[in-house]
């Protein structure tokens, strides 16, 4: 009987075969796309007009993107409010927080005689002060520009003296704008009029000063005119306890108009010694309490 010899099998190696482990090195960092995109998306959009609304083919095309791709983006941007639809469909536009987000330009020069009266009204109040100019654009309606402001000892008030709140309702240089200047600008993004509440309008004309009020602050505004017509608005804003007396705020009030008129009145002639004559506070404060007018408090 014969037998076979087997020959022994060779060992199984693994499979797949093993790699070699290799430590991970530092991984170059990459910008993430769709952020680029999105900035990119804002950019164009002020670049376009930043009061204006634009369609999404428009900006698509100005960014390079493909338009679904810019409409997502757009959606992202509407839910952080730095932009916002337009009264056509398939438009957008900027908010007044993308704006401001995206315009770093450096403000103009300050007309001397402007600063000169808001430093003298910030003297006589020891308030915040602003001056605004109106301006109204299609699909933005009427809007406040922030000339300049003044409230070197009171850093927390910086914001709020900008007036710059959404519905000019709610701030009282809003207020004294919608009141005072022609239906024409008196508009919202929609190009609808923006209705102001009898209380507040019949306040405002009677008293020529707009006043409104939050938790922690109060203003007063009124228009500077020229020629009768309005051209801008000047702001005194404080904290609540400043505008505690009735009295108190009257003298504002007297303070604001005699401000607001000092644009249209020539320069004061300078006195012998150079200095113009400082009327005293208590002087001021007689003369507030003889020119008390009703309505002022309709906020």
């Not at 670049?47 to 409409?71: F, N």
């Not at 005072?180 to 008196?186: A, D, E, K």
């Not at 508009?187 to 008293?207: C, F, K, N, Y």
């Not at 020629?227 to 505008?243: C, E, I, K, N, S």
Request: proline fraction near 11%; glycine fraction near 8%; charge should be positive.
């Amino acid at each position: 009987m014969s037998t076979a010899t087997l020959e022994p099998r060779p060992p199984r190696l693994p499979w797949p075969p093993p790699t070699a482990v290799v430590a991970p090195g530092p991984v170059e960092s990459r910008p993430n796309q769709s952020v680029r995109s999105g900035l990119r998306v804002l950019r164009v959009l002020h670049e376009l007009g930043p009061y204006d609304e634009h369609q999404v083919a428009e900006i698509a095309e100005a960014a390079g993107l493909r338009g679904p791709h810019v409409s997502r983006l757009l959606g992202a941007a509407v839910a952080e409010q730095v932009a916002e639809r337009g009264t056509r469909h398939g438009s957008y536009r900027l908010t007044r927080a993308g704006r401001a987000l995206l315009d770093v330009r450096a403000p103009g020069p300050v007309h001397p005689r402007i600063r000169e009266v808001l430093t003298a009204l910030h003297e006589e109040t020891g308030l915040a002060v602003a001056y605004h100019q109106p301006g109204w654009r299609l699909g933005t309606g009427l809007r406040l520009e922030l000339v300049d402001a003044l409230c070197p000892a009171h850093p927390d008030l910086h914001h709020a003296v900008n007036q710059q709140h959404d519905d000019l309702k709610h701030s009282a240089a809003g207020r004294a704008a919608l009141v005072s200047l022609p239906p024409g600008m008196t508009t919202g993004p929609d190009d609808q009029p923006i209705t102001v509440p009898p209380a507040i309008r019949e306040s405002v004309t009677t008293s020529h000063v707009a006043a409104s009020r939050t938790p922690t602050t109060q203003a007063l505004a009124t228009c500077v005119r020229r020629a009768g017509a309005a051209v801008a608005v000047l702001t005194v804003l404080g904290h609540t306890q400043a505008f505690a007396e009735p009295l108190r705020v009257q003298e504002y009030a007297v303070l604001l108009r005699r401000a607001a008129q000092r644009f249209t009145a020539p320069p004061p002639r300078p006195t012998a010694t150079g200095v113009n004559r400082v009327r005293p506070r208590a002087e001021t404060y007689h003369r507030a309490s003889q020119a008390v007018r009703p309505g002022l408090y309709a906020i």
